[in-house]
């Protein structure tokens, strides 16, 4: 998604909006969503919904102002980053693993910015 808002030529209205869209539906991360329905338990599958939820928060903030250095843009990042580093945490767990926490999961580890 950042790189359709790098653009040179700065794709803007329905372009942004179906570019931002194709994006994210050509990522395959609905796909791989569908699949941990079929084999995750129902705490990763929450998880993985608040992750994609996260995503789809972000490419709507990018559809309404494709600015990647504004403070609009850096909330729901951060947001999608601490949704993303729960759903780690929690897959790490589900699968038995032991050792050191994902050092990623602390430093996201922060309430809700919304």
Known sequence: MRTVVFRVEGATGD???ADLHLALDGS???RLR?????TASAEIIELAVKA???LTSMRDGLIADPDVRGDVYFQVRADLWRENAHLREAMRRDLGM????DPEVGHY???ATS
């Open 109 to 111: 580890r922060y309430p």
């Open 34 to 38: 569908q699949s941990l329905s079929l």
């Open 98 to 101: 032991s050792g050191l926490p």
């Open 15 to 17: 372009r942004l909006y």
């Open 28 to 30: 395959g991360v609905w």
């Open 52 to 54: 994609c939820d996260a």
